[in-house]
């Protein structure tokens, strides 16, 4: 820790700006008004980025914002000092009712990003919230406080989506979920893309590419630029704005298929843990996320449990950071080495940690919110895969840790668990399955269902159904429903019942797509399988 020698003659402002700038100071500690005065006024709106609110919990939430003038330039437009940065939580949409209010620290260490913790509020019941500096007000917000521990609740409605490629159509969707009136979102991941696209497959132009000076990502000011560009869509404000996200990341906040610590490049892991470093540091500057998803270098603690009165307990998982590298170098194939028992997808910790909570909940719904496809899925007959007699398995998802399956599996009978929601994305597809006790055996009983989330606009303009959806069905007896258009799943959960909306866009090539719903599917507490809504 640096010393500051008291015959220095440093005076107590200098040493409170040597021990902010060290990080010496909580995060939220006040600037004096000394320091404060000699901060210049900013010319134009900090508030580029929007707001945003997070992780629920019955007396508060997170709320953050981000100073960015100038949102696409160094530093966001910002010179190096700190910025005070007041704020304001109401009980009412104008903010007449205010019921906490504070200052907060905007630092360039940290983007000039503010978090701030709430706490103290009532359950179950909407806030609003805004930042000010004295020349700007940021936009209001939507909150939602969670039900209190153990409160019957009645209803619970989110959203799932994730992988939102900037180039490759618009946020509608987005759009239609901050219209839904929603407790919360589960963002699966895939927020940015490290690298841009200078055109789809087929050599037509992209809806919006990136600036021509935007690269693949690789240091923090590149991680920063690129979530600033993503954050200034009208579409994702809103969304952001109209209730909480539980945020989640999957690989491309890093780069594509990473595990751990390797990439798919086969860099040094000594190495890429630098690129990581950076990345966790630029989701965490940008994500609606409490203290305890502050990085440490390259690691964060990304995995954490919510629970929703006794409705419905979330486990939000980390399937990248602890991860075995994917098998028989990786892609869509026959791979024996998949099933080797000591393969993982979390690691042992926090398999610890996921059985501990299933053992203790008293909850109706065990949620499972994580990133990539859960259940066992064998692709053959899609035209660009070679013919099989053997399944082929997609070797990034739990395919390619199928003894790591195995054990969540065993974990959640041991736990007498009947109403198992496991909550996914990745795919770019829209899916719905069921989870069997004995996957070998199509009569098996049901003990769960799978909900994977299609993308917001990653692959582009898509379509209703392949033409090998029969034999897709054939060889996934456990398959409900596959779709490759674009757009999110709308939950709506009681305690006797599971609905899952598959919301679908026409088009994401333009920017006015019609939204409309796909598919409704129910489980039914107590009866695990998916019937037709």
């Known amino acids: 820790m640096p010393r500051f020698p008291i015959s220095s003659g440093l005076d107590r402002r200098t040493l409170l700006r040597m021990a902010l700038q060290a990080g010496l100071l909580p995060l939220g500690a006040p600037l004096t008004h000394i320091a404060r005065a000699q901060t210049p006024a900013l010319k134009s709106n900090p508030f580029t980025l929007g707001v945003a609110s997070g992780d629920p919990a019955p007396d508060g939430f997170v709320i953050w914002t981000r100073l960015a003038p100038e949102p696409l330039q160094p530093r966001g437009g910002m010179i190096a000092l700190p910025r005070e940065v007041s704020w304001e939580v109401a009980s009412d949409a104008g ?30 019941r909407d806030y609003y919230y805004r930042f000010r500096l004295p020349e700007a007000e940021s936009p209001v ?117 990473w595990a751990g610590d390797r990439d798919s490049r086969d860099t040094p892991p000594e190495v890429f843990l630098f690129r990581r470093a950076a990345a966790f540091q630029a989701w965490y500057e940008h994500m609606p996320v409490r203290r305890a998803q502050l990085p440490r270098g390259p690691d964060v603690l990304a995995y954490r449990r919510l ?90 998802k739990w395919d390619g840790a199928s003894a790591a399956r195995d054990r969540v599996m065993q974990m ?13 994305g990745d795919l770019h597809k829209g899916v719905a399955l069921e989870l069997k006790q004995d996957w070998r055996n199509p009569a098996s009983p049901c003990v769960g269902v799978e909900f994977l989330a299609t993308s917001i606009s990653s692959d582009g303009d898509g379509f209703a159904r392949y033409d090998n959806e029969p034999t897709l069905m054939a060889n996934n007896p456990h398959l409900k429903f596959f779709s490759n258009q674009r757009g999110y799943i709308r939950h709506v959960v009681t305690p006797n019942r599971w609905q899952a909306d598959y919301r679908v866009v026409d088009r994401i090539s333009v920017a006015d797509g019609t939204v409309s719903t796909a598919r409704s599917f129910v489980t039914l507490a107590g009866k695990p399988g998916l019937v037709d809504a």
């Open 307 to 396: 629970a929703f009165g006794r409705l419905a307990e979330i486990a939000v998982l980390d399937t990248r950071q602890y991860r075995s590298k994917q098998p028989c170098g990786d892609g869509i194939k026959d791979c024996a080495e998949a099933s080797e028992p000591d393969r993982t997808m979390m690691g042992a910790q926090q398999e610890r940690w996921l059985a501990d909570g299933l053992r203790g909940s008293r909850a109706t719904w065990q949620v499972l919110a994580q990133q990539v496809m859960f259940a066992p899925f064998d692709w053959r007959s899609f035209p660009w895969l070679p013919s099989s007699d053997a399944p082929l398995r997609s070797l990034d």
């Open 95 to 124: 903010m007449k009712d205010i019921v906490q209010s504070g200052l907060a620290i905007a630092r360039m260490e940290l983007g000039h990003s503010v978090h701030v913790e709430v706490a103290g509020l009532a359950p179950g």
């Open 141 to 257: 917000g939507r909150a939602r406080t969670f039900p209190a521990a153990g409160a019957d609740v009645a209803q619970m409605r989110f959203a799932s989506a994730g992988c939102q490629e900037w180039d490759r159509g618009y946020y509608t969707a987005w759009r239609a979920i901050a219209q839904d009136q929603l407790d919360f979102v589960f963002h699966y991941g895939d927020y940015i893309y490290e690298h841009p696209y200078a055109a789809d497959h087929k050599g037509v132009a992209l809806p919006r590419p990136m600036p021509k000076n935007f690269a693949t990502c690789y240091t923090l000011p590149e991680y920063r630029q690129r979530y600033a560009l993503y954050k200034t869509d009208p579409d994702l404000q809103a969304a952001h704005a109209s209730c909480p996200f539980l945020p989640s990341f999957d690989d491309h906040e890093v780069m594509n298929n």
């Open 412 to 424: 959640l009978r041991e736990a007498g668990i009947t109403n198992t929601v496991v909550l996914t």
